[in-house]
Antibody, heavy 119, light 110 residues
Framework: QEQLVESGGGVVQPGRSLRLSCAAS????????MHWVRQSPGKGLEWVAV?????????LYADSVKGRFTISRDNSKSTLFLEMNSLRPEDTAMYYC???????????WGQGTLVTVSS | QSALTQPASVSGSPGQSITFSCTGT?????????VSWYQQHPGRAPKLMIY???KRPSGVTHRFSGSKSGNTASLTISGLQPEDEADYYC??????????FGGGTKLTVL
């Protein structure tokens, strides 16, 4: 079965860190760029970050997370990561990983993992 | 980078055709053919409906089509069906090497 499965979400206090994972199975992973997209409760989609297929040439971030979040990948394990530091209440959201079919057309999405930043 | 502009809601009756707009600038929608559209039902992950302005992924019905004119992209659904009721988001690559989503449009099928 072709799927992406996120994990690592939870409740965390402001200023703390969290690491999200996204495991791919049944679909090609190492040849495609990967994105993280988030959605605050009741709100719209917000692009977070992208990493190139090789994990080295391109890593880009939304201004809202630049300097605090780090995207990475392990192609040997078909896994994508998002290291989130200095978390803020406004980072509370469902975090989705997604595969980039072409220039941002995200063809496979995970089911999401919920991150809640609260004291 | 500001979000792309989408109407908050649209409605239509079964069988009708309906078009969603997504307005950006020459730095995003108008400057690149990397516009995509997503359908999201409540509690579900988004689903890719259109990419590269007008391409349909395999498995997406021909009732969905995309286009672009200047700084505005459009998604058209023909032969509206009850199951099309969902939120729809546009997304574009931008000149600052990031991607930006629209605020989303809620489609109600009357």
């Amino acid at each position: 079965q072709e799927q992406l499965v996120e994990s690592g979400g939870g409740v965390v206090q402001p200023g703390r860190s969290l690491r999200l994972s996204c495991a791919a199975s049944g679909l090609s992973f190492s040849s495609f760029a990967m994105h993280w997209v988030r959605q605050s409760p009741g709100k719209g989609l917000e692009w977070v970050a992208v990493i190139s297929y090789d994990g080295n040439s391109i890593k880009l971030y939304a201004d809202s997370v630049k300097g605090r979040f780090t995207i990475s990948r392990d192609n040997s394990k078909s896994t994508l990561f998002l290291e989130m530091n200095s978390l803020r209440p406004e980072d509370t959201a469902m975090y989705y990983c997604a595969r980039d079919l072409s220039g941002g057309g995200l063809d496979y999405w995970g089911q999401g993992t919920l991150v809640t930043v609260s004291s | 980078q500001s979000a792309l502009t989408q109407p908050a809601s649209v409605s239509g009756s079964p069988g009708q055709s309906i078009t969603f707009s997504c307005t950006g600038t020459s730095n995003d929608v108008g400057g690149y053919n990397y516009v995509s559209w997503y359908q999201q039902h409540p509690g579900r992950a988004p689903k890719l409906m259109i990419y590269d302005v007008s391409k349909r992924p395999s498995g997406v019905t021909h009732r969905f089509s995309g286009s672009k004119s200047g700084n505005t992209a459009s998604l058209t659904i023909s032969g509206l069906q009850p199951e099309d009721e969902a939120d729809y988001y546009c997304c574009s690559y931008t000149s600052t090497y990031i991607w930006v989503f629209g605020g989303g449009t809620k489609l109600t099928v009357l």
